[in-house]
């Protein structure tokens, strides 16, 4: 306890550094003051309507209830605690789910609010989904019963040590035995052990494993196979399955991911997925119709949906935290004896976030358009119709990439600007970073995507130029490359760079919308006009998708696909706020606030990307500063919105579980207690004292002694 002398000396230093001192909590509430947004209107909105959102919080409320659902220790878990505490949620939700009588879409709510992905991910995520698109009725009869039931527990065991995304690559083979109609399944190599498979380390009883399918030598590629690979009593490997964990990740390390190999395993011939593909008992192979084919291939587009509109949740708590934190933290006065100055406040700090705000909501609102095109899709191919199929492929494939390289960046930025403490793992921002980086090469390789859309978009504008100089008519174009058809039209676009740009022109839909598309053709004219460039240097005839020409294109296709992926990302910003307009489900000022957003989410790539706007000649070098006053009027109209808009992404304290980004804005408390809880804090004298520190310190003492 201090004495009354020391407090005495100390009141005059206490008091000059009160004058200037301010209470986070205030800062904070007079944010929201200022703003024009209804974040409650608007975060409705955001989460499906009123119901939704209200269900969202009963159900964070029934969680915080349960221990395992506990965020307290979360951060100081080690990865076994970690892993026993994800199976732990797995099965609590469960239980919630029978005892209240809650929904499938309830379950799926709280998974997201408890944030903490275990070793049953893959049993509902990839398992018995694959069950169900690809087995039989008889095989569902077998193992969909259990598997509700979690009598059993499933992954999914495609990649291998040496294979991905090349799936013709797999060396897992399953050879068909005639004699005793079984499969042998075998890995005859180390590389073809698989690797990666979520669950499969400690958890899973059975798998879904991707084999090459050999029967009398002929190779049939890929084909989906179930196996057993746990005994179902004492949960050890069964004979000729060797199984593990692959060890510490860079995040996710409450999922147990794990490796497989086989020594020539017999499975009875019915474990082959049945409902496309078939084998008789005299070893006649049966392959899918092509219909069939295609139906499997939209499942994939509608995970990749899923993605985006993922990749726009987790950035959106990044930004929550990262703005709130900043609108708090002061830091530095040109006026000696005032307050220090909001972050948020300085030029650069608005410019790294106001950007990802606008940059979460472009992803939220493309994720809900590319539900919309999925489920158009899926009303056509009720029909037998899936004409849309390649170009949704095309769509979700190169927005799976760009979105989540997006989100990737974007939790750093906002990392990086809460300084030291977007460091600490209790800022929860480290964790979104580790946990989520993972989406970059799951379901599909990132860069594999954007060469699947090049070529789709490369193939599109050869239709279009071939026709051209054939004369004949154009050929019917999806709505999202229509802007291609610009590569032989007259005058398609407003010429910009022929005109006194304005800064009230770029406050424009349709200028944007020109500029945007005018860039998209210049690259895709230049991923062309590459390709072929290197098909004569090589000697070769240009090949969509393979061959020497197209590997040596891959820097201008990659390019061309991320082009057409912003293209996209601003039409559908746009497009959802004129909807919202159009069914005033918010007041006007929250609409006026939600497309300057949209403008600044443009503005801001457009001004990032400059230079393909200067070559391409869609803008003078001139015209350069009139995009750099946009963006900076933008950033100064938006600033004070900048707490209402990411309040209306509606993350409750739970589920940021963040020390530095909660709503009250307590930072600096938050901070203490958080850090007085560590385990490491158990002791005064700390963990090594008795084994380490304390031999050490009285060394010398030991050595007098003798």
Known sequence: MADERAKKVSEEATEAVRRTWRDPKVDISREREVSTVDSGALACVLAGGEESLKRRGVLSRLLQAEPWANKADRYFLSREELHKRGLQVAIGIRELVEKHGLSYDDALTMRKLVDLPGG??????????????????????????PSIGMEILGTYAQTELGHGTFLKGLETTASFDEERDEFIVNSPTNTATKWWPGGLGKT???????CRLFIKGRDYGPHPFVVQLRDLETHLPLPG?????????MGYNGVDNGFLSFDHVRIPRGALLQRYTKVTREGSYVPPPKQNAKSSYATMVSVRAD???????VLSKAVTIAVRYNAVRRQTTSV????????????????????????????????RSMHQMHESFEADRESGDFGLLPELHATSSCLKALCTWLTTSGIEICRQSCGGQGYSVLSGLPGLYTNYVQNLTWEGDNTILCLQTARYLTKTLMSIL??????????????????LAGTVQEDPFLDLSRQDLELHDLFSFEVLDSLMSQRSLFVAKQALENLEANARRMEVRVQLGEGLAWNASHVSLVKLAKCHGWLLLHRSFFGQVAALEKDAKLPDSSVKVLRDVAFLFTLCHVEDSLGDFLEGNILLPSQASVIHEAVQELLRKLRTEAVALVDAFSH??????????????????RLLRMARSSPFNATQEGPAWDAILNPFFNRGKRTAKL
């Open 120 to 145: 049953f991910e893959l049993h509902f995520g990839m398992w018995m989904p694959t069950l169900l698109n690809q087995g039989t009725e008889e095989q569902l009869e077998k193992w969909m019963g």
């Open 204 to 210: 899973a009883t059975h798998a879904v494993v991707m």
């Open 241 to 249: 399955r060797t199984i593990g964990d692959i060890g510490p990740k």
């Open 307 to 313: 993605i985006v509109e993922y990749a726009g949740e």
């Open 336 to 367: 000696p004896g005032q307050p220090e100055e909001i972050i948020l406040n300085y030029q650069q700090s608005a410019r790294n976030l106001i950007s990802q705000i606008a940059i979460s909501y472009a992803l939220l609102f493309m994720g």
């Open 466 to 483: 071939q026709a051209h100089k054939r004369g004949d008519s154009q050929p019917a174009l999806a709505e999202t490359v229509a802007y």
């Open 652 to 669: 409750d304290d739970y589920s940021l579980n963040s020390a530095i980004g909660s709503r009250d804005g307590d930072v600096y408390n």
